[in-house]
């Protein structure tokens, strides 16, 4: 357990299920807000480093970590000295599942050029290749061509 990336049970509403909605709601505004600095994903941990409000006070060192029982989490902001969950830990939740997502965009435009540019034939036959051994993408790609189709045929004009 503790070896998987922590962006595998850090999904939103996951979070937002453990946390509450009041907690979700202030940690959205403070991640909103910019605050978060720093995060440096580790293996089964995040760590990140938070902007206070007041001046003059030290910027928050927030960790959170998968425990067996489930999410840990330390923050050395007043609320979080008390050891309970601070909206600090989930804005830097929430950076870095926005990491994640641009990660995984940046991922998808790579993929989309290549696409583009590798011959038609050599696409297909892949795909097919995979197809095979794979119902559930044999019908997308069905899905795809037969959406494709249908909406080139109103182009008369
Ligand atoms: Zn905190």
Redesign the pocket.
Known sequence: MAAEGIANILHRDTLSVIVGERLMKRGEECFNAGRVTMISPGTGELRGT?RPNEAGREP?T?RIWMRDEGLAYE??????IKRQF????VAIALAHLADERKNIDRDFGVLREAMLTVPQDALVTGLLGLAKNDPDLATSLKRICLEALSSRAPETD
């Open positions: 938070v928050y927030t923050c050395t902001c007043p609320i979080g601070c909206k600090h830990a």
